[in-house]
């Protein structure tokens, strides 16, 4: 009880890293993917699949316990024993026929196809990244207490106050996600296949590895240069998120066609100030690595709207003529 209650005081104040939370995350979703299979196909045993997903594991785990009690003899402190163990308990015979069962085919629910276009189903669709850009902001509050308590005490230095104000800006940012997962309007135009949606999450989250690499030791200019540059890209971010507003998705979707504000001289300015961010992201921690995944989110930026710019085009026929007046990233050059 006392780890579950120091975990949970971790997870609320914002020191768990966020490498963590994304492969937490990224278990939840292999874990409930029969159920979220079930909805996106609209299976008329859709619910049926949801209960069966929920006590999967406490059945399984009953299961296997009276049948091959030896498999919860654990070596202590062996990982690889927990890991097996965990494995089988949450993906062994019974998940992978909860999976097959929602790829089989079958008549859709008429009710379900209908759930999939109202707001509701938008919102929970965007809560784990509601949740996820709450948490960002969380993370940024201790240090911004401790650099806005120097600030009022006279006591910051250069560094402090340029990393006070990149934070903040930071933080922004993630509140102001936040309430456009859930103002946004109804997508009118979705991508098709699985490789559009994975470079749009992936793209967002890839970014993540970066903070988890050793951070490299920077003279004091260097310091003061990639904390400019997060402030600058972050700060970006919130005017260019601010003009884009109820039109933003994670994912290739369609909703308004926004031509006006920054969106007049390139048609992702929201891409290049996030490449700004990460580039000063990158600064701070040790290469080679840290340039390597900011290299890899940059090719999935350019990956990914090329799939906005296809779902743009078939939602919006004026389309075609914005694209042929503006550049993709930086005006009059790319």
């Known amino acids: 009880m ?8 971790l997870l609320m104040t914002g020191q768990v890293a966020g490498a963590t939370l994304l492969k937490l995350a990224l278990v939840l979703f292999v874990y409930f993917l029969p159920s979220f299979l079930a909805f996106n196909r609209a299976r008329k045993a859709f619910w049926l699949i949801v209960c069966l997903n929920i006590v999967l594991t406490l059945a399984q785990s009953l299961i296997f316990h009276a049948l091959f009690p030896s498999l919860f003899v654990l070596r202590e ?16 015979p019974g998940w992978l026929a909860l999976l097959i069962w929602a ?10 196809l209908k759930a999939r276009d109202t707001k509701t189903y ?19 509050r201790p240090v911004l207490v401790r650099d806005g308590g120097m600030i009022l005490a006279g006591t910051a230095s250069l560094f402090i106050w340029v990393q006070f104000c990149a934070l903040f800006a930071a933080a922004l940012f993630d509140l102001l996600l936040v309430y456009l997962l859930i103002v946004r309007d109804g997508a009118v135009g979705k991508s098709r296949g ?6 749009g999450v992936i793209g967002t989250f890839l970014g993540v590895g970066i903070l988890t690499l050793p951070v490299a030791r920077l003279s004091l200019s260097m310091q003061i240069l990639a904390a400019v540059l997060i402030g600058l890209g972050s700060l970006g971010s919130v005017l260019v998120l601010w003009r884009l507003g109820k039109s ?8 308004k066609l926004v031509t006006g504000g920054p969106y007049a001289f390139v048609r992702h300015p929201l891409y290049s100030v996030e490449i700004v961010t990460i580039v000063g992201t990158a600064l701070q921690f040790q290469g080679p690595w840290s340039w ?24 919006f026929p004026e389309y075609g003529a914005y694209r042929a007046r503006t550049k993709r990233f930086i005006p009059g050059v790319i």
């Open 2 to 9: 006392q780890q579950v209650e120091a975990a949970l005081h």
């Open 103 to 112: 790829l089989l085919p079958g008549e859709p629910d008429p009710r379900l």
């Open 292 to 315: 390597v995944i900011a290299l890899g989110v940059m090719a999935l930026l350019w990956i990914r709207s090329h799939y906005e710019e296809q779902v743009l085009a078939e939602s």
């Open 248 to 255: 933003f998705s994670i994912l290739p979707e369609a909703r």
């Open 122 to 140: 938008d919102v929970l669709a965007a809560l784990p990244l509601i949740l996820w850009f709450v948490y960002g902001a969380l993370q940024l």
């Open 77 to 92: 402190g062996n990982v690889g024993d927990m890991l097996r163990l965990g494995a089988l308990v949450n993906f062994g």
């Open 194 to 199: 699985v490789l559009p949606r994975a470079c």
